[in-house]
C-alpha cells in the first residue's frame, strides 16, 4: 500500500495506525505547490481535491479521506479490533463520534487558521475552536478518548493538536488534553511514525513536533525524535 502525505498534516494520523498495527506502508511525500509526488506521478490524477491523505491499495485502488482510511486500516487485519471495535460494539459507534467531531469541529477550523484568506475571522474561528477544546477536555474518559484503550480516533486528535503552536491555542489551558498529548507522543509506534516523517519535538515538554525546515523559518529550533 502507498499512503500520499505531508509530513505533520492529517496524513500523520493513518501513517500512525499503519504503525500501531504492524502493516507495510510506503510513504509518498506530495509537494503542496506542483501537486507532484516524490515517486514522479501527478497526485491530482491520484486524488482531485489535491490535499492528502490518500491511500492506494496494492490493485490500485485509492481511498481518501482520514476517517475513512483509519478506519479501512483497522478493520483490515484482526489485531484492528484494539483500536476500532467490531461492527454491533457501542464502542466503535463512540470512536466514529469523535472522528466525525475531530473531523468537523477541530480539524477543518484550524485549517483556516492556518490561512490568511481567513485572517479577517481568525479570532472567531479560534474562538470556537476552544470552546470545543474546552468541552473536549472534560469529556476525556481515561487515559484517552473512550478510555483505556488507544483508538483511531486518538491519532487523529493527536495529529490536529500538534498544530495548536502554529495556530496560538495554548493547549495547557486545558490540562486533560495537555496530558493527552504527552501520552500518545510517548507511545512507541507514534515515536517511530515521527521519526520516519524526520520531526522534531520542539517544545519544553516534548509533545509538539513539526518538520526542520518549518521550525528553522519560524525561528525555533527543534531535537530529532527517536523511537
Given at each position: ?9 492529517c ?35 491520484i ?15 485509492v ?35 469523535y ?5 468537523a ?8 487558521l ?38 483511531v480516533?486518538d491519532a487523529?486528535l493527536f ?22 498529548m ?10 517511530e ?8 519535538a520542539?517544545?519544553a ?23
Amino acid at each position: 500500500m502507498k499512503l500520499y502525505m505531508h509530513a505533520a498534516a492529517c496524513s500523520l494520523s493513518p501513517h500512525i495506525i499503519c504503525r500501531e498495527l504492524g502493516l507495510d506502508i510506503e510513504l509518498v511525500q506530495v509537494d503542496r505547490q506542483t501537486h507532484r509526488t516524490s515517486d514522479g506521478e501527478d497526485y491530482l490524477a491520484i486524488n482531485g481535491n489535491g490535499y492528502v491523505p490518500a491511500l492506494m491499495l496494492d490493485d490500485g485502488k485509492v481511498l481518501t479521506e482520514g476517517p475513512a482510511i483509519v478506519q479501512f486500516l483497522a478493520d483490515s487485519v484482526p489485531e484492528g479490533a484494539a483500536l476500532l471495535p467490531e461492527v454491533g460494539n457501542i464502542r466503535r459507534n463512540e470512536v466514529q463520534s469523535y472522528l466525525n467531531f475531530i473531523t468537523a469541529e477541530l480539524h477543518k477550523p484550524m485549517v483556516l487558521l492556518f490561512s490568511p484568506i481567513y485572517s479577517s475571522v481568525h479570532g472567531e474561528v479560534r474562538a470556537l475552536i476552544s470552546k470545543r477544546l474546552a468541552w473536549l477536555n472534560g469529556r476525556l474518559a481515561g487515559p484517552y478518548l473512550t478510555g483505556d484503550a488507544f483508538t483511531v480516533a486518538d491519532a487523529y486528535l493527536f495529529v490536529c493538536l500538534n498544530w495548536s503552536p502554529w495556530t496560538d491555542i495554548d493547549l495547557k489551558q486545558w490540562p486533560a488534553l495537555h496530558g493527552f498529548m504527552a501520552r500518545v507522543a510517548a507511545r512507541p509506534k507514534v515515536r517511530e511514525a515521527l521519526q520516519a516523517e524526520d520531526l522534531e519535538a520542539f517544545d519544553a515538554d516534548g509533545v509538539y513536533f513539526a518538520p526542520h525546515a518549518y521550525l528553522a523559518s519560524s525561528g525555533r529550533t527543534g531535537e530529532p525524535v527517536r523511537p
